[in-house]
């Protein structure tokens, strides 16, 4: 997340009160997105307990993922369930060109991708329902993440990964603290401010500045957002697109203030930089990681098999310990005890959640709106 390919060390939020506060995130505002954005209500629970996977009929299951995801330890339950089944790693370094390959036809079983692509593979009939009675830890799945993979009552994906968008500031450059997203617009800090190369990025930031909802932006409030960014040239030393990129402006003193995934914050955090997250009045941003199944695959139980192992505890451990991202599980949470992560991940913070806006869903017109804005912005005089 990775999030030029979903960011290279997403590391992702995951609080201990999550499962209640998550009840609050649907109705909260956007970024997902991440790779996007939220749904609808999700469809009854089965009343009956979830089915044993099938044998698997197949020795080979494929998936389109993101690199450092295709690794064994990413993939424990499923390898020690099936261990007569390979599983097929193809790659996409970023959430359009995931999208464009499996537009194509390449044929995975299985898709990964982040908020708010979701809308854009139902459209096409790219994905189909999950039936989660055969997901023997859904149940295990707080509310919040399960409608961030349901469209009109029915549920497309597996919620898996997850993690914050807030501002990564300098605490010596910046001592009285940041409290809102228009520190990206603040002229003290002007040549030491680094946004995020992104349309996207830029309307979610530019919409919780002026209260704007971004599943419906007018063109006059997209206009207004775009001269907001054209006057904020000025301040921002550069665009970045890597996270190591901008960390190390961040650790020369280059950077004082800058779009960001909380992945940065734990590195720098734990390599002593003086830096801290902001919790910004208009709230955080989070993403949310989300698996679907092919239309056409032949695979289906075995890719449910698949994706029920990435919501089991070991998997879910060298998630979160291994690549400090965050699992949709809560009950897992107690492996963590670096102090850094614990702190880069909020789990000191058990509210922060009620304060976030969860990336929701946007068509393909407002993508493509988006990215024009976004070319505008950086083709101005």
């Not at 954005?37 to 993101?66: F, I, R």
Request: contains cysteine; glycine residues 6%; charged residues 20%.
């Amino acid at each position: 997340m990775l999030h030029a390919m979903r960011p290279s060390w997403r590391v992702l939020s995951v609080l201990l009160g999550v499962t209640l506060a998550l009840t609050a995130c649907q109705a909260a505002a956007t970024e997902p997105p991440p790779p996007a954005d939220q749904p609808t209500a999700a469809p009854a629970e089965p009343t009956s307990a979830p089915a044993e996977p099938a044998e698997p009929a197949a020795t080979e299951l494929s998936v389109l993922e993101w690199a450092y995801y295709e690794v064994p330890e990413m993939w424990v339950e499923f390898g020690q369930q099936y261990p007569e089944v390979t599983p097929i790693f193809n790659f996409g370094a970023s959430d359009p060109d995931i999208y464009a390959k499996y537009l194509a036809g390449s044929g995975e079983d299985l898709v990964h991708f982040y908020t708010p692509w979701l809308q854009f593979y139902v459209d096409e009939g790219l994905i189909q329902a999950i039936d989660t009675a055969k997901l023997t830890n859904w149940e295990k799945v707080p509310e919040g993440f399960r409608e961030s993979c349901t469209l009109d009552g029915v549920v497309y994906c597996v919620p898996w990964d997850w993690g914050f968008t807030s501002i990564l500031y300098r605490t010596d450059m910046v001592p009285e603290g940041v409290d809102s997203w228009d520190a990206l617009f603040d002229e003290r800090f002007a040549g030491h401010v680094s946004m995020w190369d992104s349309g996207d990025g830029a309307v979610t930031v530019t919409s919780y500045i002026l209260g704007y909802d971004e599943q419906n932006i007018s063109d006059e409030q997209l206009a207004e957002m775009k001269q907001m960014w054209i006057d904020q040239r000025d301040l921002n030393l550069f665009y970045w697109t890597d996270e190591p990129e901008l960390e190390a402006a961040i650790t020369s003193g280059d950077v004082w203030v800058a779009y960001a995934w909380n992945g940065a914050y734990y590195r720098l955090l734990s390599a002593g930089v003086p830096v801290a997250y902001a919790d910004p009045s208009e709230g955080r941003n989070s993403w949310i990681g989300q698996y679907a199944v092919s239309a056409t695959t032949e695979n289906y139980d075995l890719a449910l098999a698949f994706l029920d192992g990435k919501l089991g505890e070991q998997t879910a451990t060298h998630l979160l310990v291994d690549y400090a991202y965050g699992h949709v599980v809560p009950e897992y949470y107690d492996a963590v005890t670096d102090e850094a992560l614990i702190e880069a991940l909020s789990l000191n913070d058990p509210g922060i959640l009620e304060r976030t806006n969860f990336t929701l869903p946007i068509s393909a017109r407002d993508r493509d709106r988006f990215n024009q804005l976004w070319a505008e912005v950086k083709a101005a005089p």
